[in-house]
């Protein structure tokens, strides 16, 4: 198994540009996110996805957003991207227990982004 | 939603003396607490985890402890070694969401 994979690495952008950072499980977890890690604050949720079809957003949302048409597969896309969109970002997946019981959350290998 | 806070966040220690992390949450309907250690340039790896119907759970060097009551868990590592070094962020479950903490620099100093 891959695990989590998640492209490309390092990506720079000029403002208002827009792109997508591609993320990919091969687990068939059902819960997959985007978290944004920035110096002294953690791991801030964006968005996320309990299954195929079904996403939602998370404390710091805007000016991103996400999809979910297939398990395997969640990109997080930047539609006019800002210096203030700086950031490592990390795709995450898990599998679903009964009760909504927390598990294992599977990080990928994250993406360096600098908005100039 | 659940607020973590995480303290401290920078620790330093000697290497063979034990370190503690402490982090409260808010939501009494938080049920999992992971702890995961991240290297410099590396993803989060989970370490340890543990449910809300246990108080206690070790492998090895590393323990982690649960009061509910307080609302607070902790992360101790004995015996320290240098390749403990990394950033370790604890994490509070409730329903379909991680809320993280912000992160604890661990230096080991040989």
């Known amino acids: 198994n891959a695990g989590v994979t998640q492209t490309p690495k390092f990506q720079v952008l000029k403002t208002g540009q827009s792109m997508t950072l591609q993320c990919a499980q091969d687990?068939?977890?059902?819960?997959m996110s985007w978290y944004r890690q920035d110096p002294g604050m953690g791991l801030r949720l964006i968005h996320y996805?309990?299954?195929?079809?079904?996403?939602d957003q998370g404390e710091v949302p805007n000016g991103y957003n996400v999809s979910r048409s297939t398990t395997e597969d969640f990109p997080l896309r930047l539609l006019s991207a800002a210096p203030s969109q700086t950031s490592v970002y990390f795709c995450?997946?898990?599998?679903?227990?009964?009760?909504?019981?927390?598990?294992?959350?599977?990080f990928g290998q994250g993406t360096r982004l600098t908005v100039v | 939603g659940e607020n973590v806070e995480q303290h401290p966040s920078t620790l330093s220690v000697q290497e063979g003396d034990s370190a503690v992390i402490k982090c409260t949450y808010s939501?009494?309907?938080?049920?999992?607490f992971p702890w995961y250690k991240q290297e410099l340039g590396k993803r989060p790896q989970l370490i340890i985890d543990?449910?809300?119907?246990?108080g206690e759970k070790k492998d090895q060097r590393i323990a982690v402890t649960l009061n509910k009551t307080a609302k607070h868990f902790s992360l101790h590592i004995t015996e320290t070694q240098p390749e403990d070094s990394a950033v370790y962020f604890c994490?509070?479950?409730?329903?379909?969401?991680?809320?993280f903490g912000t992160g604890t620099s661990l230096t080991v100093i040989p």
């Open positions: 995450a997946s898990r599998y679903r227990r009964t009760g909504e019981e927390g598990t294992e959350a599977f």
């Open positions: 687990m068939n977890h059902e819960y």
């Open positions: 996805s309990v299954g195929a079809g079904i996403t």
């Open positions: 939501d009494s309907a938080s049920n999992y």
């Open positions: 543990i449910r809300s119907n246990v």
């Open positions: 994490a509070a479950n409730t329903g379909n969401q991680f809320y």
